[in-house]
């Protein structure tokens, strides 16, 4: 069994990545459901999401400065090429979003939530 307070040292994943996720899965479901009427809060829930993935993966790298020693398994390794991954395309989805690119920004958006899903639940695999 896991010792949570050493996962926690790890970086912030539960603390952080558990609300980026909901506030990135509302934040769609609104905007599909009404995209005229929920542009605005979509877009402040993904930007919020995208900090928070972003403090979480720099708190990962700068509190664990031997961290690159623990990349041995694939699990591992799939959990941090998900969430870089959904980190940079969600940085494009928001430039295509700004620059109301809409089929770019959707296609990069997906992308993002898919990814993070999948970040996250290899995260448990991992803990």
Same mark, same amino acid.
């Given at each position: =069994? ?7 040292? %790890? @970086?912030?994943? =539960?603390?952080?990545? &558990?609300? &980026?996720?909901?506030?990135?899965? !509302?934040?769609?479901? %609104?905007?599909?459901?009404?995209? $005229?009427? /929920?542009?605005? !809060? @979509?877009?402040? /829930?993904?930007?919020? $999401? ?10 990962? !790298? ?10 041995? #398994?694939?699990? @591992?390794?799939? @959990?941090?090429?998900?969430?870089a ?8 989805? =928001? %430039?295509?979003?700004?620059?109301a #690119?809409?089929?770019?920004?959707? =296609?990069?958006?997906y992308?993002? %939530?898919?990814?993070?899903?999948? &970040?996250?639940?290899?995260? /448990?695999?991992?803990?």
């Open positions: =069994m896991p010792d949570i307070v050493s996962s926690v040292n %790890l @970086h912030f994943g =539960m603390l952080l990545g &558990a609300p &980026a996720l909901i506030l990135l899965t !509302i934040g769609t479901i %609104l905007v599909l459901v009404n995209e $005229s009427k /929920f542009v605005k !809060i @979509h877009g402040i /829930f993904a930007v919020v $999401s995208w900090i928070l993935t972003l403090i979480n993966v720099l708190s990962t !790298i700068f509190l664990n400065p031997d961290i690159w020693a623990s990349f041995t #398994e694939g699990v @591992h390794w799939s @959990h941090i090429i998900l969430g991954l959904g980190l940079i395309t969600g940085f494009l989805s =928001m %430039l295509f979003g700004i620059a #690119e809409r089929k770019p920004a959707k =296609m990069t958006g992308i993002t %939530l898919i990814c993070w899903w999948g &970040a996250f639940l290899s995260g /448990f695999i991992l803990v």
